[in-house]
C-alpha cells in the first residue's frame, strides 16, 4: 500500500512539473527560429515565447516574435515572454514587458528587426548615446 502512495506522489509530481511555464534554454547553433526557420546563433538578439500550455517558440530576432506573435493570434497577456539582454546575453532573458528597449539601425539584427533589449535604462545609455537609438517597447514593435 505505501509503494502505490509513493508511485501516485511521484507521478502527481511528475505531471505537475512537466506543465510548468518557464524559459527553456536555447541551444545556440541548433535551435532554430519558429517564424524565419533560421538557426539562432546571435545571442544577443534571442527571443523565446512560452505559451498557455507550456510549449516554446524560440527565435533569432525580436522581430520575429513580433511577427510570429499577430500571425497565431496570440494574446500577450497569457503568454510568456523572454528577450536576451543585448549587453550581457549570457545573462538570463529578461520579460519583454519590463525590458528596455531601443531601436537603431546600428542593431544588425538576423531579420533586419533593428530591436535591442536591455536590462534597464541605465544600461541602455550607453548604447543609445552611442548609436542614436530612440526608445521601443513590445507593442510599437512592427
Not at 520579460?95 to 528596455?100: E, F, I, K
Request: net charge neutral; with cysteine.
Amino acid at each position: 500500500m505505501k509503494q502505490v502512495f509513493l508511485l501516485s506522489v511521484a507521478f502527481v509530481t511528475l505531471m505537475i512539473s512537466s506543465c510548468a511555464r518557464k524559459f527553456e534554454p536555447i541551444d545556440y547553433g541548433k535551435d532554430g527560429c519558429a517564424h524565419c526557420k533560421m538557426t539562432i546563433v546571435e545571442k544577443q538578439f534571442a527571443a523565446e515565447i512560452v505559451n498557455e500550455k507550456g510549449r516554446v517558440f524560440k527565435f533569432d530576432d525580436i522581430s520575429c516574435m513580433k511577427i510570429f506573435t499577430a500571425e497565431n493570434h496570440l494574446d500577450d497577456s497569457k503568454i510568456l515572454l523572454f528577450v536576451a539582454n543585448y549587453a550581457n546575453p549570457e545573462q538570463a532573458f529578461l520579460d519583454v514587458n519590463t525590458a528596455y528597449m531601443l531601436f537603431s539601425e546600428s542593431f544588425k539584427s538576423p531579420m533586419n528587426g533593428y530591436i535591442a533589449a536591455f536590462k534597464s535604462t541605465d544600461e541602455a545609455a550607453e548604447f543609445q548615446k552611442k548609436t542614436g537609438a530612440v526608445p521601443a517597447d513590445w507593442k510599437s514593435i512592427k
